[in-house]
Each structure stands twice: as structure tokens, then as C-alpha cells.
């Protein structure tokens, strides 16, 4: 037992640092990217579309991804991931034509989400249920590590070279991202039993069809048991879109310095990720996403009033110890109802997190430009004020998904 704990340990490192190394060249790409397309002499609205095909096409990916994670398993879908992006970023200088860098930019949403999906579906896999939160926020630092290294890096990277190195660092990082995948040993895939609905869907499911969530790309059908979670993950998506989306105009508008509030959110996720992961499964859904919506609500709300740069550091930091509580929780709650199928269970929270931030992104474009900051921000307090009244349910649903497991 102890050698079989040593080893889904080293597997959760490793994996781990495949996904800083992942991210780190994700992140990487968002410096070249722009402006390699505004030199290119694309008119701005093609610049848009090409950048805005990513989140279409990671919305409709996102679903695919988890059935194909529970058809396949983890690392085919890993070794994909890494290499869809890395064909994605190191062909993009080569071309000019619109038509061809959209489909590149959607390439690399491929990759994007399929890394991502896979990665945190292997996570649930190599982690028991009572440790499950806990593992979940320490795997997310690794992004939040990668977004503070990666424009630096690359920034001093394209300070001597080209911008087409840029898109080699990128690339490059993706491909050693997939050596690393290789290194990580899955506990032991293999076609879900049916000890669940969802579970014998899959299992009964054609050849080249996914069931459960692979299916929602075909017919929109997702588990019941999945709305809550969903509802509540887009309620907590809409109000991150508020903070990451329009925090350079927040700044702007109350004299900030221009990326204090990233690097004040940075800090501040990662150390709660640190240390709230000793604390998160002791807690929890229930009483970690009272108080992620607390923390939010009221950073949401200093946010909307016209304060000073001091108070907007302290807003920023409850914005961000509260986004770092309910990540991990609400993917982990995914997890405990879809048991058997880790793959469709991340693909739902994702949907229902991405979903929240297009949608909620358009509906504050629409209220700044109407009402300015204020409501803006205060709209973002109520929407995730509106997850409070979902919360009992959500935590029913781990009292009867643990009462299912104990009697299996």
C-alpha cells in the first residue's frame, strides 16, 4: 500500500510539472500571437475573429474531450493535446492567410482543452475522494505559476529574437509538455463498470461515440445531476469574467499601475491554493463554497465602489482567495457524481465555468457601457451571490454520492 501511495504520488508531480510546462507555453503564445497578426496587416475585426475562435471552439472541444479521456484514457489524450498545439503555434508565422490562421488558432483550442481535460481528469484519478480538493487547488497553482512566468519570459525572449522564436518557445514547451505526459503511469485505465448510470452509458455507448457529456456536441443532453454543479460553476465563471476581462479598465479608471491587480491576484490565488488545500476536503462543498462566495461577493462589491488603489488591492485578494477555494471544490463535487467517467465529469465544470465567462463577458460589456464600473461589479457581486441559494443542494448531492459509494 505504501509503495502503490509513493508511486500515484510521483505520478501526480510529474504530472504536475507537465502542466506548468504546458501552460507555460500557452501563456508564452499570448505575446507573439497579437502582435505578429496586427503585423501581418490583418484589419482589426479579423484580428478578433481569429482570436475569438479559440473560445468557440474550446466550448465545443471541451465536452468531446471528456469522452474521449473516458473512452481512451488519459494519455492518449495528453500526447493529442500537446501535439495539436504545438502544430498550432509553430505554423502560424508561416501563413498570412486569414482563413488558414483561423484554423490554426482553433487547432490550438484543440490542444488547449485536451491537455487541460485530461490532465485534471488523470488528477482525480491519482487522488482518493477525501484528498481529492486539496490535490485539485495545489494542481491549479501550476497554471497560475505558468501565467506569471510565461509573458517574462517570453518578453525577454522576443526582446533579441524574432517573433517567430516566439512561437517555437511556445511550441517547444508543448512538445516537452507531451515527453513529460509520457513519464506519468495512469492507475491502471480501463473501460468504466457500470456502477452508475452515466457509467453504463459509457460502457454501452457505439464504437466512435461518446456517451453521458461526450454526447453534448450531438444532442445538447447532459446528466441531471450535473445541472447544479454546472449553474453554480457559471455563476462563479461570470463573475471571474468580471475581474480577469475588465481589471485593465478597472485600473485605468481608479489610477492603478497597469498590472498590479494581475500580480496582487497571482499572489494571492497561489498561496490560497498552498495552504487552503490542507483545509478544503476537512470542510467540504458546502462550507468552502460559502465561503468562496463571501470572499467574492465582497471583493466583487469594494470593487464597485469608487475607492482608492489601497482597497482594491484588499478586493483583489478576496477575488482571489475565493476563486481559489471554489475551483477546486466544484471540480471535485464533478467528480463525486460521475465517479466512473473523471473525464465527462472535468468537461462539465468547464462547460459550465467557460460558459459563464462568454456569457458574462457580454452582459458587462453591455452594463459598463450603460452604467459604468459601479454596476458592473455590482452586477458581478449578485451573480455570485445567486450560488448561495444552490449550495444545499450541492451539498445533498456529496451526502447521497457518498452513501452510493459506501454501499458499491
Known amino acids: 500500500m505504501e509503495r502503490a501511495h509513493e508511486g500515484t504520488t510521483r505520478a501526480y508531480w510529474a504530472t504536475w510539472v507537465a502542466t506548468l510546462t504546458f501552460f507555460t507555453g500557452f501563456y508564452a503564445l499570448l505575446v507573439p500571437l497579437p502582435r505578429y497578426l496586427a503585423e501581418a496587416g490583418l484589419p482589426d475585426w479579423q484580428v478578433g475573429l481569429i482570436l475569438g475562435a479559440f473560445g468557440v471552439a474550446s466550448l465545443a472541444g471541451r465536452p468531446i474531450a471528456g469522452g474521449c479521456v473516458d473512452r481512451w484514457g488519459t494519455r492518449p489524450v495528453l500526447l493529442v493535446g500537446a501535439g495539436a498545439f504545438a502544430v498550432g503555434a509553430v505554423a502560424t508565422p508561416v ?77 517547444g514547451l508543448a512538445v516537452l509538455a507531451g515527453a513529460l505526459a509520457l513519464l506519468v503511469s495512469p492507475p491502471g485505465e480501463s473501460p468504466p463498470t457500470a456502477t452508475t448510470p452515466d457509467a453504463a452509458a459509457l460502457v454501452a455507448a457505439p464504437p466512435g461515440r461518446s456517451a453521458g457529456l461526450g454526447r453534448v456536441a450531438l444532442t445538447g443532453r447532459v446528466p441531471r445531476a450535473l445541472w447544479p454543479p454546472m449553474a453554480t460553476a457559471a455563476l462563479f465563471g461570470a463573475g471571474f469574467a468580471a475581474f480577469f476581462l475588465f481589471s485593465p479598465i478597472l485600473s485605468e479608471r481608479r489610477g492603478v499601475p497597469d498590472g498590479v491587480l494581475y500580480t496582487v491576484y497571482g499572489i494571492g490565488i497561489i498561496l490560497t491554493r498552498v495552504v487552503g488545500s490542507r483545509w478544503l476536503d476537512r470542510a467540504g462543498t458546502g462550507r468552502a463554497l460559502y465561503l468562496a462566495a463571501g470572499l467574492l461577493v465582497v471583493g466583487y462589491g469594494i470593487m464597485a465602489l469608487p475607492t482608492a488603489t489601497a482597497p482594491l488591492a484588499v478586493a483583489t485578494l478576496l477575488v482571489a482567495c475565493g476563486s481559489g477555494l471554489f475551483h477546486p471544490v466544484l471540480i471535485a463535487h464533478h467528480a463525486r457524481l460521475l465517479p466512473d467517467a473523471p473525464g465527462q465529469a472535468t468537461a462539465g465544470f468547464y462547460l459550465g465555468f467557460d460558459l459563464g465567462i462568454g456569457l458574462g463577458s457580454w452582459l458587462f460589456g453591455i452594463v459598463l457601457e450603460s452604467g459604468g464600473l459601479g454596476w458592473l461589479y455590482g452586477l458581478a457581486a449578485l451573480l455570485v451571490a445567486a450560488t448561495l441559494p444552490l449550495i444545499p443542494s450541492l451539498a445533498r448531492q456529496d451526502v447521497q454520492a457518498n452513501v452510493a459509494a459506501r454501499d458499491a
Do not use: C, K, M
Open 95 to 171: 501563413t498570412d492567410a486569414v482563413l488558414a490562421l483561423g484554423g490554426l488558432r482553433v487547432l490550438q483550442a484543440v490542444g488547449y482543452v485536451a491537455f487541460t481535460t485530461a490532465g485534471t481528469a488523470l488528477v482525480i484519478q491519482l487522488t482518493r475522494p477525501d484528498e481529492r480538493g486539496g490535490r485539485l487547488a495545489l494542481y491549479g497553482a501550476a497554471a497560475n505559476v505558468a501565467i506569471s512566468l510565461a509573458p517574462v519570459l517570453a518578453s525577454v525572449l522576443l526582446a533579441s529574437h524574432s517573433l517567430v522564436a516566439g512561437f517555437w518557445l511556445a511550441g
